[in-house]
């Protein structure tokens, strides 16, 4: 079972940057999905971005698109998400995910937390207006 560790969160005021990264314990870079995952107080978890290990395809949230940018290093085995132009409405626990067997589909077309079965612990971003 793959393990998932998370850093990079933290508090800005709106307009500032972040960089969330996460690392994967075991070799992830083939047929794989990776991606991040927000849940707002009150509010359902929804997909934020997501590549296809290998194959470099990804997807945004409309919420984010042009702000966030997600990317890989597959000799690390992590993921980043470059966060810029932060909202008080970006103010979440982030969650890193992966799911293996990707085969061109769910990855990146709308996924959702049920295409998951591995997360990490989650990351809190906050942003002030």
């Known amino acids: 079972q793959v393990q998932l560790m998370e850093s990079g969160g933290g508090s800005v005021q709106a307009g500032g940057s972040l960089r969330l990264s996460c690392a994967a314990s075991l070799y992830t870079s083939t047929r794989n999905c990776m991606g991040w995952f927000r849940q707002a107080p009150g509010k359902e978890r929804e997909a934020v971005a997501t590549i296809a290990l290998g194959y470099g395809a990804t997807y945004y949230a409309d919420s984010v698109k042009g702000r966030f940018t997600l990317s890989q290093d597959g000799a690390t085995n992590t993921v980043y998400l470059q966060m810029n132009s932060l909202k008080p409405e970006d103010t979440a626990l982030y969650y890193c995910?992966?799911?293996?067997?990707?085969?061109?589909?769910?990855?990146?077309?709308?996924?959702?937390?049920?295409?998951?079965?591995?997360w990490g612990q989650g990351t809190q971003v906050t942003v002030s207006s």
């Open positions: 995910a992966f799911q293996s067997g990707y085969d061109g589909t769910w990855c990146v077309a709308n996924p959702t937390p049920a295409d998951f079965g591995a």
